[in-house]
C-alpha cells in the first residue's frame, strides 16, 4: 500500500473520484519485479 501511495497518489492530481480510481487500477496493473527472498543454496536444497 504504501508503494501505490509513494509513487502514484501523492504525485498525482485527480479532478474526480474515477480518475483516481483508474489511476489506482493502472497502477496495480502495471508489472511488478520479482525480488527472490531465497538463496540459490536454499532454493536447491528445497529441490533434492
Given amino acids: ?3 501505490i501511495t509513494d509513487k502514484r497518489l501523492r504525485r498525482g492530481v485527480f479532478a474526480s473520484a474515477a480518475k483516481l480510481k483508474s489511476a489506482i487500477h493502472a497502477y496495480i496493473a502495471m508489472p ?3 525480488i527472490w527472498a531465497a538463496t540459490v543454496s536454499d532454493i536447491q536444497a ?3
Avoid: A, E
Wanted: aromatic share 0%.
Fill in 1 to 3: 500500500m504504501r508503494d
Fill in 32 to 34: 511488478k519485479p520479482l
Fill in 46 to 48: 528445497n529441490v533434492t
